[in-house]
């Protein structure tokens, strides 16, 4: 498939692969997280810790946006479907997120609950038209990539003069996160977690731009790749960490120029800071309670904004004890250190967030990895 | 006296009626749909007898039976619809098992309010695919259901077949060193499905690929009798299939991700979706596994039939314990084809 298979070149994939292990240093080892799911997804599909050497090793990050939304966001959704009866429009991958009370989405909906899987927040918009006398709620999650659709339809919904349409925004912001783990004791302090390098969101530069990301490579001495999705796009921002952390450099690189600016999208910008406004904390699973990473919408949209319409009161809810998604998602475990993995928690039935999404870490390794934890014998 | 009258009945409205109530009620009505439309589409000696059975004599040997119910939304789509969908399916089933198949059976649910019009679209269309296959609908059964229960129609047929001597084909009888092997492109029923769904609309060329597959099949039978495992690939695609294959028989598989033939609209749809073709629905595909000797002369006789044209060997079962379908990916490494989880999609077959 044109512009596709151009970069998951497999021939090409393993000169770079040749390229990182000459010029990785055997006295040192490089720690690289890789922030995004969208990379977590193409590491484990493709395989690329098989093109790698020992020494570079790639430590998951929270990109996940299912993965971060905490139970009490879920438990709220689930009451605005049930409680106030609301035709609730959601991402599929949200649908299976374990909820409080053996509950998720999918199963709230199995029993009575009207919820719509949507691609986009515009279908959402389309169902409030379609359904004048219901209560239409869009389920608005993800990072700064999905953040001006979201913005967009409320601004749609205004000219439209909607009042059936409201957003229950938990819109997250990256920079926020990569500044918590980068500030967390496990990294700072403790060297638990040793973090050499960031491989840079795809996506959500392409909104935000390479810019964000100046300041932890100033700040905290880290060079940032931004790289793309594809499994080439992710050797080459290796190979250009390996190489900026040789020279002793830390600074911003741009693998994905083919889509990412240093100042991003304005106009996406514009449209984002017209609608939404900063929240004091938010809650992320995994990471606690993060100030300043989150949205919410702003005084001027409030006929737009679910928890405003409906009251929705903020419940913490504890993740399952057995469960590590937190400590997977602050990069301190990996997916097969957990007790309950391939076990009691699977994709088909998941205890934690980071076995739900394609781009949970739990559910990649799962998925497209755990073969390699048991040996197989060719014919 | 009187002259005796001849009933006026007035003929089914199929240009602008509705089902009714009344169709599913056993009154006058509903024996006035099964001749006007099914009796008259179906035009065979069983149905003429207008009995609630169907008798015929079979030949003897090992008989094949199976049923598949048909769901599928929206009910017409490129390349097909739920008519033609609900013969090929239970076809394909029976012959999976290297049978030929003989005769079908035919049950409808109708929802109240479908138009008629659509009825009779899809009950020619129905029609139209036995009698290309050569296999008659011999007995049915219509019910109706009020508005809301039910999702326009849904039908429901069973198969019955008989298997030539000398074959036996099973899932649980693949072997370590068998070649796997495909009849044709995956992915583009569900893809050409999914063009249609209310909430994704995208202009496609791609149509289903629902065919009836028991000729493609006679022909592998009698080039290859040794064929070990036949099935067709509906809900799940590809991979779990395979996966399916792998439980029964207790081995583990190796396909090559770059052996399995995907049209690039089906490839360039499934990117933006999400999806991986490998798990997206297929109509009129099947998957075989014979022993490796006898791999390249399948794959000839295979080729040579129309709805066999492009397969290809897309790898061989290995001995595993753990059951996993593996697969080389085109990039360079190895990864697991797991069985889907949840479903990729509601509803497409």
């Known amino acids: ?30 720690h690289l997280m890789e922030f995004c799911g969208g990379h977590t997804h193409a590491i484990s599909r493709y395989g690329i810790k098989d093109l790698l050497p020992d020494n570079v090793k790639m430590v998951h990050g929270p990109g996940c946006p299912v993965c971060v939304l905490p139970i009490g966001r879920i438990d709220s959704a689930i009451e605005l479907a049930t409680r106030h009866a609301v035709i609730l429009c959601t991402y599929a991958d949200t649908m299976r997120v374990p909820a409080s009370n053996g509950l998720s989405l999918m199963r709230a909906k199995a029993r009575g609950a009207d919820i719509r899987m949507v691609y986009s927040a515009a279908d959402a918009l389309r169902i409030a038209q379609d359904n004048p006398a219901r209560e239409v709620v869009f389920f608005a999650i993800g990072f700064e990539t999905t953040t001006p659709p979201t913005a967009l339809v409320i601004r ?58 100046e300041y932890f490579a100033e700040e905290y001495r880290r060079p940032v790749v931004i790289a793309g999705f594809e499994p080439l796009d992710v050797m080459q921002a290796i190979l250009m960490l390996v190489r900026q952390l040789n020279e002793g450099r830390a600074e911003v ?35 606690g309670e993060v100030p300043y990473s989150a949205l919410r919408i702003r005084e001027a949209y409030a006929d737009f904004d679910a928890e405003r319409r409906f009251g929705v009161a903020y419940r913490s809810v504890a993740d399952n004890k057995a469960c590590e998604c937190g400590a997977i998602l602050r990069g301190v475990k990996k997916p097969a250190d957990c007790k309950v993995f391939g ?19 739990c559910a990649a390794h799962y998925t497209y990895g755990r073969f390699k934890d048991v040996e197989v014998r060719a014919a | 006296m009187s002259k005796i009258r001849s009933d006026y009945v007035r003929p089914v409205d199929f240009k602008h009626g509705r089902v009714d ?34 008798a015929f004599s079979v030949p003897a040997g090992r008989m094949v039976m199976a049923t598949d119910s048909h769901v599928v939304s929206p009910l017409e789509f490129p390349g097909g619809d739920i008519g033609a969908l609900a013969v090929h399916g239970t076809i394909n089933d029976v012959a999976m098992a290297g049978a030929r198949p003989l005769y079908l059976a035919a ?4 929802e109240e309010g479908l138009p008629l019009a659509t009825l009779k679209r899809i009950v020619d269309s129905m029609a139209r695919a036995a009698h290309e296959a050569s296999v008659p609908v011999v007995t049915g059964d219509t019910k109706v259901v009020e508005q809301g229960k039910g999702d326009g129609i849904f039908i429901t047929t069973t198969g019955i077949g008989v298997v030539p001597p000398g074959v036996e084909i099973s899932g649980d009888r693949a072997r370590p060193g068998d070649a796997i092997l495909v009849s044709g492109t995956i992915g583009d029923h569900g893809v050409a499905i999914m063009s249609l769904r209310e909430n994704l609309t995208f202009e496609t060329t791609i ?48 396909i ?47 080729r040579t039939h129309p709805h066999g044209a492009d397969s290809a060997i897309i790898g061989e079962i290995v001995a595993d314990p753990h059951c996993f379908v593996q697969m080389e990916t085109s990039f360079g490494g190895r990864r697991v084809v797991d069985w889907l989880t949840g479903e990729q999609l509601p509803r497409i077959c």
């Open chain 1, 253 to 287: 690189e741009n693998e994905f120029t083919r889509a990412v600016t240093r100042t991003g999208n304005e106009r996406a910008k514009a449209l984002v800071a017209e609608v939404f406004e900063l929240r004091r904390s938010f809650e992320w699973r995994g990471l």
């Open chain 1, 156 to 213: 749609q919904a205004q000219a439209l003069a909607l009042t059936n349409f409201t957003v229950f925004c938990n819109h997250v912001l990256t920079p926020a996160a990569i500044t918590h783990i980068l500030e967390s004791p496990e990294v700072r302090e403790l060297g638990i977690v040793p973090l050499d390098g960031f491989i840079g969101p795809a996506h959500v530069s392409t909104v935000i731009g390479s810019q964000p990301y």
């Open chain 1, 343 to 361: 076990t009691v928690c699977t994709p088909e039935n998941p205890i934690g967030s980071c076995m739900v999404s394609s781009e949970g870490a």
């Open chain 2, 107 to 110: 049950s409808f649910i109708l």
């Open chain 1, 1 to 30: 498939m044109k512009y596709v298979d151009e970069f998951r070149d497999g021939a090409l994939a393993r000169r770079i692969g040749r390229r990182i292990a000459a010029e990785a240093r055997s006295d040192r080892s490089y």
């Open chain 2, 256 to 302: 090559r991700e770059a052996s399995i033939p995907v049209r690039p609209e089906v490839s360039a749809a499934c990117e933006f979706l999400g999806l991986d073709p490998l798990y997206v629905a297929n109509e009129g595909k099947l998957i075989a596994v014979c022993p490796p000797e006898d791999a390249e002369r399948l794959l000839a006789a295979m």
């Open chain 2, 207 to 254: 149509r289903s690929d629902t065919a009836a597959l028991h000729g493609l099949v006679a022909q592998m039978v009698q080039a290859v009798p040794t064929i070990r495992c036949l099935r067709d690939p509906t809900r799940g695609g590809l991979g779990t299939t395979l996966n399916e294959f792998a439980r029964q028989s207790g081995v583990g598989m190796l």
């Open chain 2, 21 to 54: 109530m009344s169709h599913g009620g056993g009154g006058r009505a509903m024996a006035q749909l099964i001749e006007e439309l099914f009796v008259r589409a179906f035009a065979n000696e069983w149905l003429a007898q207008g009995n609630d059975n169907a």
